[in-house]
């Protein structure tokens, strides 16, 4: 296995015998060390534990190319543990707080639907990798965010980046979000939230960059990032199913082009493709911070107007201390769970820094965004790589509902999953695992109970349909025809062009997605009409007191939300119960639902 799986038993071997300032120089040529730090102390201690049991296995420069039956079982076992110790229980987190309102049957089947994804499975287990120690820091850090941890949601992300540099397909996403949370807050608190992120951050990437920062810097910084960020190398490897590659068959971009050129190129369509989420979170963020400084004015008071404890014919007010606030002030997507009432920091519902921001709703959609755009135009895409954007795609519909079936929702994320196995066809026919691949892929799509004949019939389906059609066409021909002389790579290429048009569609979608999601959350957001004057109000209310009645109503209109308190007292002092009350009926149509979810039960 001359392959990843060498390269990974490799750098077992030369961080166990070599000193950090040698790591990223050693042998270049032979597999030498092109990952984040992370991944390298984590290859240290597998090759501790290595040593431990068969030196043999990690010898410096003799051990070479070894594939003995033990040695086979040992780096197996090694993904295992890697996966119970970060990606499972990650996992498991995810489904119990983002689904937290489903039942436990069905946070079962997410978690199976994730766990048993035929991609990573095969990638990590068959073709050997630890991407899923990556992708757990992310959804670690995911669980953190929608906790309201940013600072340890921040430690978490920097340590998937550098476990794996891919891990940046990400991170445009995570840092629109937290500066969105940050934005959304009142300036003081915004300011001290920025400081302590940002502090946090750098601090994580100067502890895990510490060893090659303080020897002979910053020749060994510099050499490890040159490794990590290899500009060298060509626009794409094999036969990958983004833009490039397939574009290629017609446009010979390393013909027309100057290699020096590819790269900007590259980033350059890559920074347009991933600015729009970005932006889209950032702009709905702002909306939620003039909608907060709107709803913190307190409005103009009436001198005459008091507001006492309700009547019977008033609305009651329900405090937290006398029953749970069960609201959902702000609204879930059909996929996405609604921020817990133990997550909301104050009676208007608006972001605080203990608690989600509303825009956390958006965030899977906006990562799958992001890192498809990543994989479609960036420069130096592997395969592999699309195992990045069917993590968001396959956590976002594994909390199957039947708002998620009806909206193709669910099936766009099998689809992508069924295509993204498909597309590394080639990689693992190469290493021989067409039988793993067939098997595990139909076992999945059973096990969720995917049936695409059975589904309502809609555009999704028909894609679906038509691309399983020309999948299921390329392997037969590929099993009974050989390729034409002139044309070796004619099935690869065939693969690749089916392929990226799938992608492509799906970041349409995925996009529209987003902004669908987030009308939701700006619908709320939008400041409140100015609801028209009531008449002018008479100097008392017959029969009734002007003074408070004691420290229970004192507590009460300090719990009210200030528009209401002035509806209050102006239908107080509009004159007798009859007309108040049809003021009042009238007026309550004019104050925003989310007003008397706010602790106020309708009458």
Not at 324 to 349: N, Y
Request: proline share 8%; with cysteine; net charge positive.
């Amino acid at each position: 296995m001359h392959g990843d799986y060498e390269a990974q038993r490799h750098w077992m071997e030369i961080t166990l015998h070599l000193p950090t300032r040698e790591w990223y120089f050693y042998d270049l040529p032979y597999w030498g060390l092109d990952y984040p730090p992370l991944t390298a102390y984590v290859s240290y201690i597998c090759g501790l534990v290595a040593h431990y049991i068969n030196p043999s296995w990690v010898a410096l420069d003799t051990s070479r190319g070894v594939e003995s039956a033990e040695s086979k079982v040992f780096m197996r076992a090694t993904v295992l543990v890697l996966d119970l110790l970060v990606y499972i229980p990650a996992i498991v987190w995810f489904t119990r707080l983002w689904w937290t309102s489903r039942s436990r049957r069905t946070q079962n089947i997410a978690l199976l639907t994730i766990l048993l994804q035929p991609s990573l499975t095969l990638i990590d287990n068959g073709h050997f990798q630890y991407n899923s120690v990556m992708l757990g820091l992310t959804v670690l850090s995911l669980n953190l965010l929608n906790s309201g941890q940013d600072v340890l949601a921040a430690i978490a992300f920097v340590s998937s980046l550098c476990f794996k540099q891919m891990a940046l397909y990400y991170s445009p996403v995570i840092f629109a979000y937290l500066l969105g949370k940050c934005i959304s807050l009142p300036s003081s608190k915004g300011y001290v939230h920025l400081a302590k992120i940002g502090a946090t951050t750098i601090m994580s990437f100067a502890v895990l960059f510490a060893p090659f920062i303080l020897q002979t810097f910053p020749s060994v910084l510099a050499q490890s990032l040159h490794r990590i960020f290899p500009f060298s190398r060509g626009l794409f490897e094999d036969k990958v199913a983004n833009f490039w590659c397939a574009t290629n068959v017609v446009i010979k971009w390393r013909k027309w082009i100057a290699p020096s050129t590819l790269p900007r190129l590259a980033t350059a369509v890559t920074l347009l493709a991933i600015i729009p989420p970005m932006l889209h979170i950032l702009g709905i963020s702002w909306s939620l911070r003039e909608t907060e400084v709107s709803a913190a004015t307190p409005p103009p008071t009436t001198p005459t107007s008091t507001v006492d404890a309700p009547t019977g014919n008033e609305p009651s007010i329900t405090t937290s201390s006398e029953a749970p606030d069960q609201r959902q002030p702000f609204p879930s997507t059909s996929t996405l769970a609604p921020i817990s009432e133990t997550q909301q920091s104050s009676d208007t519902g608006f972001p605080s820094a203990h608690g989600p921001s509303p825009t956390v709703n958006l965030i899977l959609f906006a990562l799958f965004n992001s890192s498809m755009a990543f994989f479609l135009f960036s420069f130096q895409v592997h395969e592999k790589s699309i195992l990045l954007p069917l993590l968001p795609i396959t956590l976002i519909m594994s909390g199957r509902s039947e708002a998620d079936v009806e909206s193709g929702t669910w099936e766009w994320g099998i689809l992508l999953n069924n295509v993204a196995v498909f597309s590394m066809w080639p990689l693992l026919k190469k290493d021989g695992l067409g039988l793993q691949y067939a098997t595990l892929t139909l076992m999945w799509n059973y096990i969720i109970g995917y049936n695409p004949l059975s589904l309502p019939e809609s555009n999704v389906k028909i894609l679906s349909l038509a691309t399983y059609s020309v999948i299921a066409a390329l392997h037969g021909a590929e099993l009974l025809f050989r390729p034409p002389a002139r044309y070796p790579d004619l099935y690869p290429v065939l693969n690749v062009l089916l392929c990226s048009g799938v992608f492509g569609l799906s970041l349409l979608w995925g996009l529209k997605k987003q902004l669908e999601a987030g009308w939701g959350i700006s619908g709320l957001s939008a400041t409140p009409k100015k609801p028209a004057p009531l008449p002018r109000p008479l100097a008392s209310f017959p029969g009734r007191s002007s003074k408070p009645h004691g420290p229970a109503s004192a507590n009460r209109r300090a719990t009210m939300d200030p528009r209401l308190v002035k509806e209050w007292s102006s239908i107080r002092a509009a004159g007798d119960s009859e007309t108040s009350g049809s003021l009042r009926n009238r007026r309550r149509d004019s104050i925003p639902a989310n007003v008397f979810s706010n602790g106020i039960a309708r009458t």
